[in-house]
């Protein structure tokens, strides 16, 4: 047996071990392929034993494998605890989605006056299905979202903690018929078109909560469309278009648009803190709490009487409260 081992080689060999993949793998941190499958060979001769099967079709763990995955994730979390008490832990990326966005952004402000020790930054995605590849490649360590719209083969890869049902409002055109209104009901968009990203490869998980609250209402998904991106942009569309979106209330302001919240009843997005199975960061933990107190503080976890919510949403939300 050795008498020290290169964390690097458990690096490589725990990137494996959660990818099953050598590809993924190596493209999670950043290496080339033949790199990372000579760091696993050198720890299997290191530790004498054969930690993978390798096959033409598929990557699988020995029992031997299997048995230094838990040992791996320790050492290599202590190892980074060490380094954050001298200040050189890497920075933990959190996708907050949009720029502008309340929920993620109050979570991540939280965190940062918890652990001010520990580099928190942002990153914007622009929807969690887009996140969630980036997670599993490890170029992204958190976002938020709503998980059970995920692909269930990204979601078999990543676990999840729900924050907030998140009241869902419309946006509309300043001078739209329905902009005279505190509220909107939603039987009020009856005959109306409503832009819930259709075609939009970053967000498809707010298409389908969109298709599962529009079915028996009247009201029209809005097909495809190029996105929008910046403010100009936006506002040129929804000039041109005049097709209302539907969003969260605490979508960010928009030039010439005015936001009114949906109601009778109000249709909630359940938004998850979202991370890849097995993150081993020293912030890490400090994000699950500022999560979980903010929720806590603003009741964000308490559904209103009579607030809709998908049954498939309600059941993995539930399942973790």
């Known amino acids: 047996m ?3 081992l290169d964390p690097r080689l458990l690096r490589a060999f725990l990137a494996v071990a ?3 993949h050598f590809t993924r793998a190596a493209a999670r941190l950043y290496v080339a392929q033949q790199g990372l499958s000579r760091d696993v060979r050198r720890l299997e001769r290191e530790l004498g034993a054969e930690l993978f099967v390798r096959t033409t079709r598929q990557v699988t763990l020995t029992g031997d494998g299997e048995r230094l995955v838990p040992y791996a994730r320790r050492a290599l979390q202590a190892q980074d605890d060490l380094l954050a008490a001298f200040g050189q832990a890497r920075a933990l990326l959190v996708d907050l989605n949009s720029p502008g966005l309340g929920t993620p952004r109050r979570v991540l402000r939280r965190a940062r006056e918890l652990a001010p020790e520990y580099e928190l930054m942002a990153r914007y995605e622009s929807g969690l299905t887009w996140a969630a590849g980036e997670m599993a490649a490890g170029r992204l360590d958190a976002s938020f979202g709503r998980f059970a719209g995920l692909d269930p083969a990204l979601r078999a890869g990543l676990d999840h903690q729900p924050v907030r049902y998140e009241p869902m409002a419309i946006l509309l055109p ?3 018929p329905l902009a005279a209104r505190e509220a909107v009901p939603l039987a009020a968009l009856a005959g109306e078109v409503v832009y819930a990203g259709a075609g939009n490869p970053r967000t498809p998980e707010w298409t389908d909560l969109a298709r599962r609250l529009f079915e028996g209402r009247g009201i029209e998904l809005a097909a495809p469309a190029p996105l929008a991106v910046g403010d100009e942009e936006f506002e040129r569309i929804m000039v041109r278009t005049r097709t209302p979106v539907l969003v969260v209330v605490d979508f960010p302001p928009m030039p010439r648009t005015l936001l009114r919240p949906l109601i009778d009843p109000v249709p909630l997005s359940p938004v998850s803190l979202v991370w890849r199975t097995g993150l081993a960061h020293p912030a890490f933990d400090t994000l699950r709490r500022a999560a979980a107190q903010v929720a806590a503080e ?7 009487a009579g607030g809709w919510l998908s049954a498939k949403d309600s059941a993995t939300m539930s399942a973790h409260n």
Do not use: I, K, M, S
């Not at 603003?298 to 209103?304: A, F, I, T």
């Open 2 to 4: 050795p008498a020290d």
């Open 174 to 176: 300043e001078d739209h």
């Open 298 to 304: 603003e009741g964000w976890l308490r559904r209103p």
């Open 18 to 20: 959660e990818e099953l």
